[in-house]
């Protein structure tokens, strides 16, 4: 079984399932303001807090896998 390096990062593939989802403005607000913060890092990818909250709202909106 390989490990596989956990990267912080909204990919495209995230970016569309939250697309896709009835997001309140909050939630909407808060993941473009991680997409800005993680377009602007020095390592492309947010915080492990914004990570956090991001897996949280993955969960809420019906993804079972939260760690892609």
Request: some cysteine; proline content about 1%; overall charge positive.
């Amino acid at each position: 079984m390989k490990c596989q390096k956990m990267t912080k990062r909204i990919n495209s593939q995230l970016k569309r399932f939250f697309d896709e989802k009835p997001l309140t403005d909050w939630e909407k607000n808060f993941i473009i303001g991680c997409i800005k913060f993680q377009n602007n890092s020095n390592y492309s990818q947010v915080t492990s807090r914004q990570w956090n909250k991001i897996m949280e709202l993955k969960k809420k909106y019906g993804e079972s896998n939260a760690s892609t």
